[in-house]
């Protein structure tokens, strides 16, 4: 099966359309107000609107008021809702959308416990623990951390980039790789090279397993 690819942090249309020519089977919108690359629920509709069918968007979010979430999904139609804080399943059933939860990996977590605890979600999406910052952080963990029967079910995320994205496809063989800052020109911004090189060393990566 090959490796899925998630483009998250979009903030412009032209820098969707780069990542789906490219080949991404995902975006992701980020609806937390503190981070760069956060956009509103009007932005992230009229980017939505000139992508083509079956690439599917995400929304990304930060300990929300369910209020916001309802809104992102109302506006947009975002196909997934993506978890980042500290929602509890309970929490992320809510909205009548499918989920996935973002575990960072903090010193002595028990992933597989946490695993099971999120299991009516889609998915695990795995990133790196820096204290006080909920995703973002441009820095990569320790992929050995991660169970062997575990790692086809979990997108993983966490400084990813051109360079290293083959080797964590090697090491990991996750469900779907994720990167934001890996493939920017700036904070929010995607460079178009960034991008296509990215999912071609993902392509390649699969060729090669």
Known sequence: MPTRVKICGI???????????A??????FVFYASSPRAVVPEQARAII??????VTTTALFVNPEPDLVREAVAVTGVDLLQ??????????ERFGRPWI?????KPGMDLVSECERYASGRGILLDAYRPGV???????FDWELIPADIA???TLAGGLDVENVANAIAAVRPYAVDVSGGVEASKGIKDPALVRNFVAA???ADGGR
């Open 152 to 154: 086809p079910k979990i």
């Open 23 to 28: 080949g991404a089977d995902a975006l992701g």
């Open 49 to 54: 609107a000139q992508l083509p069918p079956f």
């Open 83 to 92: 978890f980042h804080g500290d929602e509890d399943p309970d929490f992320c």
């Open 101 to 105: 939860k973002a575990l960072r990996m």
């Open 134 to 140: 909920p995703g973002g952080t441009g820095e990569t």
């Open 11 to 21: 903030t412009r249309v032209e820098d969707a359309l780069v990542a789906v020519v």
């Open 202 to 204: 993902v392509r390649s």
